[in-house]
């Protein structure tokens, strides 16, 4: 969070009393609305119910949801902030987020520009501190240069350098700088106050921070992915050609014997062999042949 200059806190001080909240809650509100650029707000504190946003036009959302004084009590809060946020020179930018440089005019100053160009200079009636001479004013690696937009919410600082296409992460002290690929960031939101997600939209919707490469975590690049352990695998064995089957010998095969005929029954084929003779259908020769033939089986 800013720190407040003794003008700041006196104003924080009036705003809370006239709207019974506590300084600390205003405070907190306030740089909810200067990162959101005195339009919005994401915020959270004990006092508004949790955490919740509001926008510029009457949308709130509380985690007390049907709350409605609570809802009207920091609706009333938060557009008074955005009028004072606005009366502040430079403070609102034209971007998404406050971009803040230091000035070269002389000691105390300090130069707020964003992606608009817009610069003021903060006088002794400023909200803020300014930083003292001779302390850099930016946390990110310097040979990012000067960033497009900044802004910070909770313990989370953040700067997107549209130029190299890098985002600086400040997350209590560590920096994590991003590449952001193709995207063209317009605004950024966390889930949570501590450890929450931290996610920004762009032309392709919302996405989350994690899905970015990472480029170097306090100025050193992180190591390379291990790749995959390659196993040595054993050579097929070679299929070779399927060995004919065995032809197994075939058992003899013996043709049965005639089952031996019966008297009666040989006597019997004889006599219609006689009258096929009879009939002419039978010759001499044939019958006298067959009849030779079954007399034989006797």
Not at 37 to 64: K, R
Not at 224 to 232: D, G, H, L, R, Y
Request: with cysteine.
């Amino acid at each position: 969070m800013r720190q407040l200059s003794p003008a700041g806190q006196q104003a924080v001080n009036d705003i809370a009393q006239r709207h019974g909240f506590g300084a600390d809650a205003v405070a907190s509100m306030l740089d909810a609305v200067i990162s959101g650029n005195g339009t919005m707000a994401q915020f959270e504190h004990p006092e508004f119910g949790g955490s919740g946003q509001w926008m510029q036009g009457g949308m709130i959302m509380l985690s007390d949801m049907f709350n409605n004084y609570l809802k009207g009590r920091i609706d009333s809060l938060c557009n008074e902030l955005s009028n004072l946020v606005a009366s502040q020179p430079g403070l609102i930018q034209t971007g998404s987020f406050q971009s803040q440089s230091q000035s070269g005019s002389g000691p105390g100053s300090f130069q707020q520009q964003g992606s608009g160009g817009m610069i003021g200079n903060f006088g002794a009636s400023s909200l803020f501190v300014p930083p003292e001479p001779g302390q850099g004013a930016f946390w990110w690696p310097a040979e990012l240069g000067q960033p497009s937009s900044t802004g910070a919410q909770n313990n989370v600082r953040y700067a997107w350098f549209s130029g190299p296409r890098r985002l600086a992460i400040d997350v209590n002290g560590k920096v994590t700088v991003y590449d952001t690929l193709d995207h063209n960031i317009g605004g950024f939101s966390q889930q949570q106050s501590y450890g929450g997600t931290l996610s920004f939209t762009s032309q392709y919707g919302l996405i989350d921070i994690a899905a970015l490469p990472v480029v170097s975590i306090d100025g050193v690049a992180p190591p390379p992915p291990a790749a995959a352990p390659v196993f040595a695998s054993e050579p097929l064995p070679v299929p070779g050609p399927t060995p004919a089957a065995p032809v197994l010998p075939t058992a003899p095969v013996f043709e049965a014997a005639p089952a031996p005929a019966s008297e009666q029954d040989i006597f019997a084929m004889i006599e219609k062999l006689a009258a096929l003779k009879a009939k002419g259908i039978l010759t001499d020769e044939e019958f006298a042949a067959k009849k030779a033939e079954l007399l034989a089986r006797l």
